[in-house]
RNA sequence: GGAGAGCUGUCCGAGUGGUCGAAGGAGCACGAUUGGAAAUCGUGUGUGCGGUAAAAACUGUACCGAGGGUUCGAAUCCCUCGCUCUCCGCCA
């Protein structure tokens, strides 16, 4: 959400910085007039409470005294009708004024490249050697189904599409994979490890921004105001939501391991094939709440800590910086790590690192305070994927893979793998 | 799922219709005292929104789990919901 003061203040400025998302705003237009609306609503209603509470004085005062107050009650029964009406009226406007507020995405930042599509992001640096076979290489889900390692037919029977079986090593392999990279975050990236609820409310899907607007990719509980978290973002950002935390507790550094449930309405016929895309996954998350002036730095900081994933298994990617057109609705600034896939010929999406800078902390009430006089700040809310953990498989795989059809295991995973080199 | 108890500020805790943003205590901050500390004493100590473009100050208003209602007036009475605890049932 943005700072209604700034919307108020600076309209022109802000409306043309949103311009370079693509989307339409037609509706930022109407929040002039709300806004105005609620604060003329305020003030009227605000006078006449202030006018009560004096008169309800004055009735104590005169009944104390044994003094017929009848008058005054009844001029105050009016004057709280009117209230009433007003707050009515005033509830109206806020609730237009909230879903408005809740619709317009982040502004970028200046350092975002301004782009039309997801063709204009731009590669910041490249990383590791594409892999060149001298056999030909089969696509992940080939080989699984071969090694009888992931079984989507039966998923499919059990649930229904785009969902999975691991099995034998191939469970074993997702497994070794969440410890690994929770291992590494914890251990020696400084994060506090958590594991979250998998289902999370409506206002934590607010406060991260995922609702209002996003509600069809989402899946719902039936008979209850509950969401199956499309990542562990919503939970874990939402752990401090509606508080005021310490400056000296900053930062605030959480890597989460959870499933993650995603409908994809929309992305029907993309990628049906695979793990690359499915209902549910497993991802091990990064989130960090910094103070505003620190988390640009801290952008590079956990982007790097994502990429250390991908450098210690020793499969080559590439990162994004992504353009306006593709920022997605929540980030004022977004890299886009994709590890190279030799059964695509190309680099596909395995982590995406975000500067939320305030949105999400205005939303979800997330602040701090400097020191113990200073006024409370929105801290800036920041995540990365550290990483997609089935898509991580899938790069292992294929990457890893040898002529025979059996995939080598990636030397840093051999420990969590009991000591496996291959499989097979 | 059934029965009961509860939810007040950073924390503990008082408050059953008016003088309550809320007693008292603890904590914290500042000051006095001290060679220094402890103890003691004094002062202060929330947030949102509006008036106001920003900051400071001031001021109004709202906030005692959430939302409604009754009333001139609600922390206090009524209704709905959420959460916590205890007992029973069920269960991993």
């Known amino acids: 959400m943005l700072d209604r003061k700034l919307l108020r203040n600076h309209f022109a400025e802000v409306k043309e910085q949103l311009k370079h998302r693509g989307e339409d705003l037609t509706d930022l237009d109407r929040f002039g007039e ?19 509470n004096e008169v309800s004085k004055q009735i104590s005062q005169l009944k104390k005294e044994k003094q017929d107050a009848e008058e005054k009650i009844l001029e105050m029964r009016e004057v709280g009708d009117r209230i009433k009406m007003i707050d009515s009226e005033l509830r109206e406007v806020e609730e237009k004024l909230d879903v408005l507020m809740l619709s317009i995405p982040n502004i970028p930042h200046e350092s975002t490249p301004v782009g039309e599509t997801e063709d204009d992001n731009v590669e910041i640096r490249k990383w590791g050697e594409v892999p060149n076979f001298d056999f030909e290489e089969q696509a992940h889900w080939d080989l699984a189904v071969s090694l009888d390692i992931l079984d989507f037919e039966r998923a499919a029977k059990v649930t229904g599409s785009r969902f999975v079986f691991y099995k034998g090593l191939g469970a074993r392999l997702e497994r070794a994979l969440m410890n690994f990279m929770m291992d590494l975050h914890a251990d020696e990236h400084g994060y506090q490890e958590m594991l979250p609820p998998y289902m999370v409310n409506r206002t934590s899907m607010t406060g991260t921004g995922q ?135 190309t680099y596909r999406e395995i982590s995406s690192c975000s500067n939320f ?19 409370p700040e929105f801290v800036h809310t920041l995540n990365g994927s550290g990483l997609a953990i089935g898509r991580t498989v899938a790069a292992i795989m294929e990457n890893y893979q040898q002529a025979d059809g059996s995939i080598k295991v990636p030397e840093v995973l051999v420990p969590y793998m009991g000591n496996k080199t291959e499989i097979r």
């Open 211 to 345: 609702l209002p607007k996003f509600e069809e990719d989402a899946f719902k509980i039936e008979d209850w105001d509950y969401f199956l978290a499309p990542t562990a973002e919503v939970p874990v950002t939402n752990y401090h939501r509606d508080e005021i935390l310490k400056g000296d507790e900053l930062p605030k550094k959480f890597t989460a391991f959870s499933g993650c449930f995603r409908s994809e309405a929309g992305s029907a016929g993309r990628d049906t094939r695979g793990l690359i895309r499915q209902h549910q996954f497993n991802k091990v998350e990064l989130v960090q709440m910094v103070k505003p002036e620190d988390s640009y730095q801290v952008l590079e900081e956990l982007t790097g800590h994502a990429e250390k994933v991908l450098q210690l298994l020793e499969l080559p990617y590439r990162v994004l910086s992504m353009c306006t057109a593709d920022l997605g609705f929540t980030a004022a600034k977004k890299y886009d790590l994709e590890v190279w896939m030799p059964s695509n010929e």
């Open 34 to 52: 709300l806004d105005e609306n609620r604060r003329t609503l305020i003030v009227e209603s605000e006078q006449l409470k202030a006018t009560r």
């Open 357 to 375: 800078e305030d949105f999400q902390a205005r939303r979800a009430g997330i602040r701090f305070r400097r020191d113990e006089k200073s006024k």
